[in-house]
């Protein structure tokens, strides 16, 4: 793009110098606008990636509860096993006797 300005420059009438300087000033405007009016979608970008990074994290807490739920019950389906035993054979020993 800078050729291009450079030659449109020198056709008018401009120095090889002042051609070059006022597409070089041109192309760095043209940059920094186009920069400053991305820097918006960056921010989108990264706000994205975050909403991403929270549902992983949901979806690890989902399972992590659900996998608690499931240790709890088992471990009281266990002591609930181990008081019906502990009862059963104290029935049984007050029985014989």
């Not at 706000?47 to 992590?64: C, F, G, P, W, Y």
Request: glycine share 4%.
């Amino acid at each position: 793009m800078k050729l291009a300005l450079q030659k449109a420059f020198r056709q008018v009438g401009a120095t090889d110098e002042q051609a070059h300087q006022a597409a070089e000033s041109i192309d760095s405007a043209l940059v920094k606008r186009i920069k400053d009016s991305q820097a918006h979608l960056a921010t989108k970008a990264d706000i994205h990636e975050l909403k991403i990074d929270i549902a992983t994290v949901r979806s690890e807490m989902a399972t992590m509860k659900a996998e608690l739920i499931r240790l709890f019950v088992t471990s009281q389906v266990a002591t609930i096993g181990v008081i019906l035993t502990v009862v059963l054979g104290a029935m049984r020993y007050l029985n014989r006797t």
